[in-house]
């Protein structure tokens, strides 16, 4: 059974950075398309960015792209999500999924993590 587990999240300012981890166990991580998605509140769940098994090929949102960064370490089983230019409006609880291929769609995904938690004060 794959476990995903995020960390990394916090307070930070607004124009402030932080970079969000998920590790990855119990599977073949090289080969699992892996996305963030988030989640404010009183808000639906929402696709941040995604990348598939190899790395070569990443998707941003629009609402975050040139901010975000997705990356990915298959030596380590870690994906990552660096965040730049922080915005109150990213203010959310940030999932980490894994899959067979890279999608924006919620249900295509596989496995979730819990959840860490990013506040950014304005």
């Known amino acids: 059974q794959v476990q995903l587990v995020e960390s990394g999240g916090g307070l930070a300012q607004a124009g402030g950075s932080l970079t969000l981890s998920c590790a990855a166990s119990?599977?073949?991580?090289?080969?699992?398309?892996m996305a963030w998605f988030r989640q404010a509140p009183g808000k639906e769940r929402e696709f941040v960015a995604h990348?598939?098994?190899?790395?070569?090929?990443?998707n941003h949102a629009d609402s975050v792209k040139g901010r975000f960064t997705i990356s990915r370490d298959n030596a380590k089983n870690t994906v990552y999500l660096q965040m730049n230019s922080l915005k109150p409006e990213d203010t959310a609880t940030y999932y980490c999924?894994?899959?067979?291929?890279?999608?924006?769609?919620?249900?295509?995904?596989?496995?979730w993590g819990q959840g860490t938690r990013v506040l950014v004060s304005s």
């Open positions: 999924a894994g899959g067979r291929f890279v999608s924006r769609t919620q249900s295509h995904y596989d496995y």
């Open positions: 119990g599977g073949t991580f090289a080969a699992a398309a």
């Open positions: 990348i598939s098994g190899s790395g070569g090929y990443t």
